[in-house]
């Protein structure tokens, strides 16, 4: 045997991949998958760097903290305000109250783009901020710690 009969001779897995060996007839199982718990993610579809959806700025116009509160308004709720869908999600996101970390973390951008972009939508009146100044032995207050935790350990 030489070398170009030794080179296209069959390895004997020929009907390995062929479509014969494999029973086509039967439909597949589907699963139900369970629902999400929580908010849904906002999925990134673009090729956009993150910084090119605030324009560059790399911080907010105001000191937005870590734990600062997000609340959507009446306005941000019509979407008056909210014109990317970025921000859109984060006005659906914060119809429940949330923390900038939270926001960051269920939307997928790094902190200081979400500081920046709620920052925008609180410019614009479609979500309010509250600073934070909460006492750490309340009940409420420690489950929004866990929720802080939650949303960190997300990112």
Request: aromatic share 6%.
């Amino acid at each position: 045997m030489d070398a170009w009969d030794a080179l296209h001779q069959g390895t004997g897995r020929e009907g390995f991949d062929s479509p014969e060996r494999f029973d086509l007839t039967s439909l597949p199982k589907l699963t139900r998958r369970e629902p999400a718990r929580g908010p849904a993610r906002f999925e990134h579809r673009s090729l956009v760097r993150p910084y090119a959806r605030t324009g560059g700025r790399t911080r907010p116009g105001q000191d937005l903290q870590l734990e600062s509160l997000v609340t959507t308004s009446e306005r941000g709720r019509r979407y008056l305000g909210a014109a990317t869908t970025v921000q859109r999600f984060i006005c659906d996101l914060c119809v429940e109250v949330r923390s900038v970390a939270e926001v960051a973390a269920y939307s997928r951008l790094p902190l200081n783009v979400a500081k920046v972009i709620v920052d925008d939508l609180a410019a614009a009146g479609a979500v309010e901020i509250q600073q934070p100044g909460m006492l750490l032995t309340d009940r409420s207050s420690r489950d929004f710690m866990t929720r802080i935790l939650d949303g960190l350990r997300a990112l």
